[in-house]
């Protein structure tokens, strides 16, 4: 299963924009991206959600800006299928 995102939703919170929601993936997979508008990226955090072990929400990841939009690589570590994200980003 590769890097997925789905119910992806969009919202602000005064001038921080804020995009959330579901994603899958598995360990050994390539790293997933996920591309949002502004050039920094205020906070990340993909959550794990196993039904089996603790929830994790250090995911690492890195960020590339180019003009106005950020992509964002995820390194996954192990196999999430119900996983959960959020990204504060201006």
Partial sequence: MAFATTNVRKGTAGDIKITAGDWTGAVGDASGTIVVEGGRVYSCQFNTNDSVGPVQSDMPFTVSTSGALTTITIHNRETVTAG?????HA
């Fill in 84 to 88: 959960t994200f959020i990204i504060h």
